[in-house]
């Protein structure tokens, strides 16, 4: 095997605080007017979004990077993408390489599809003679062809995201970066993208690709990099760093959990998810959540101060990261014009927990309605369901049936 | 792993590939191997700019023709500011077409990175292509409005010479200073969108102290060298010489304009350059 990605001692501060972002040229005139000798905005804090990471990747290895949101995964793909740099250390790559962090990067909404894919390609890496090359195979990939000489603002989202990937799926790198673009598609088009991913492995490219889906990760990946808090945190099988890297969830769960002590949640803190509880309808602590049973998940927050409108709301993910729903209460119809300073919950009634048992992580939000800005993000809360007599025939429910199962009812007709 | 010896085994489907060490590329290699993606900017620009307009590529010379027009009205027969001779419509003409050229070119690429801030944000090219690309695309616009001239010339009865053949050649400093300043803009930009309202002022006032409503020689002697300190003068008086050989120019402030351009070029792609690491990260 020989390398094609060498990574040594990568480090990345960032600067935070301060009016240092979009500041006005006043302000710089002001403060130097005030101090003009003071070493500039020395107040400011330095944060580390990477600390001497190091690693080779080899040709042919799909290299998954996994790590909870801040841990320095975007950080790393963009230095490797050279969209930013290091403070130190360095980046080497043999070949060509291609990074993807977004799908349809550079469409123009005014331009058609014909012109989109030319420009996209363009943007991508490819030569024009390899998008001639590749035109009416990228065409038929995307299934837009009757709209190819359509502007692209035409097109649903839908639409532009197919456009986008048929692009993508005809580079052909000797190192892709793929950041994520997998989360933002439907089954059918996520199922495309491994399977093209595939491709590449076959052939002998070395990919990196950072995702929170676990699965996904599991099923392309041979090799897994779990990043935490900017440094590599463990480097091995892709299945044990998933393993390794979802145990770090588990919290003490019983009847609830305390979220205080959760580490990189997001957001302003001015009001925050404290305690999360699971009740029976009738308001008793359960001893254990089963499938099939009805749940109520009381969330606990403090609010430091009035709030506007807040937008609560959970994501659930299975273990291996798949996410299986996002909801909020705006979602079903409630308004919370505002929520006083102190100490409140609200609660989730769920009539029938219809998953099939196994372990699950809560995400919980607190937003403004349209999702900025966020108050309190990802806080991670485990969920243990376990197994119960749902069918009411003795026979248990396992993973091996997916991931949920439909509320139902046979009839059988006899001819 | 000690790095040699991954390189010494370098065998891969493509045979040995180079390493490529990201803090070790030279720019203007890069921008070579960019060049596909530089066309693709300014052709993108070039399409999308009278997309959905119903007089579309007319807008090229409509704004020029008016201009000349109103000009030649107040300036010319209200205002009866000399022009040294040349026939009023050619007297703006020929000072409008650099002129638009300029303002369009350091508008453009001024704001060309943080109009193309999600670019900047997902992909990495030399980031000197964007403000490239927006001195590129005006050209088109300055080589329609100079067929137009030619017909003017024809119209106006005056001799073809050599001078003519100044025209072209008058583009390169034309275009370098209004990339160079749109460059040093375009930087200044990211950090400071005080820059965007800059801009737009900064043209509306260097409309007025440039020899464009007015001949150098409205200036009094002793101050014409003021006038001369900005580069545009001396390249719209000498773009005007180009169509009228017997319109007097002041080679002195020529000469004044041209070492300004140099400088303000210079200046402009060296603190681009300096800049630009940290651009993905400001914007």
Known sequence: MTSCIAIDSLSKQYRIGGPQQHASLRERLVEFARKPLAVRRSENQTIWALRDVSFHADEGEVVGIIGRNGAGKSTLLKILSRITYPTSGSVKVRGRVASLLEVGTGFHDELTGRENIYLNGSILGMRKREVDQHFDAIVAFSGVEQFIDTPIKRYSSGMRLRLGFAVAAHLDPDVLIVDEVLAVGDAGFQKKCIKAMEGLRKSGRTVLFVSHNLAAVENLCSRGIWIDTGRIRMDGAAKDVIVSYMGSFAGEQASGSDLTGNENRLGSGEIRYMRLEYLSPDGTPCAMVRSGDPLVVRFHYHADKTILDPSFGFRLYTEMGTLLTETNHILNGLHIPKVEPGDGYIEVVIDSLNLIPGQYLFSLWITAPDGVPVYDGDVRASLEVEVSDVYRSGRMLSSRHGLVYFPQRWRVVLP | ?283
């Open chain 2, 1 to 283: 792993m000690s790095m040699d010896s991954v390189t010494a085994r370098g065998q891969s489907r493509h045979g040995t590939r180079a390493w490529k060490d990201y803090a070790r590329r030279s720019p203007f290699r890069e921008i070579w191997e960019y060049r596909e993606l530089f066309f693709f900017l300014a052709w993108r620009d070039v399409k999308i700019r009278y997309k959905q307009t119903v007089l579309g590529v007319l807008w090229v010379i409509i704004q020029p023709l008016f201009t000349m027009m109103i000009f030649t009205v107040v300036f010319g027969r209200i205002a009866n500011i000399s022009s040294e001779g040349v026939p009023r419509p050619v007297f703006y003409f020929s000072a409008l077409l650099p002129w638009i050229y300029f303002s369009t070119t350091v508008t453009g690429a001024g704001m060309s990175l943080v109009s193309n801030a999600g670019l900047l944000a997902k992909i990495y090219f030399p980031r000197i292509i964007l403000p490239a690309a927006a001195a590129l695309v005006p050209l088109v616009d300055f080589l329609v409005g100079s067929a137009f001239l030619i017909g003017f010339i024809l119209f106006y009865d005056i001799p073809i010479g050599w001078n003519l053949l100044l025209w072209p050649i008058l583009v390169v400093p034309l275009a370098l200073l209004a990339f160079g300043l749109g460059a040093l803009l375009a930087a200044l930009n990211v950090r400071y969108r005080d820059v965007k309202y800059a801009i737009s002022f900064g043209i509306q006032l260097l409309l007025f102290v440039s020899p464009i409503i007015y001949p150098s020689s409205f200036f009094p002697e002793q101050y014409r060298w003021l006038l001369a300190l900005n580069p545009l003068s001396g390249l719209i008086e000498t773009f005007r010489y180009a169509v009228v050989p017997t319109y007097p120019v002041d080679w002195g402030v020529v000469g004044i304009s041209v070492g300004v351009t140099a400088v303000l070029f210079v200046l402009g792609v060296l603190y681009f350059k300096r800049t630009e690491k940290a651009f993905a990260d400001i914007i």
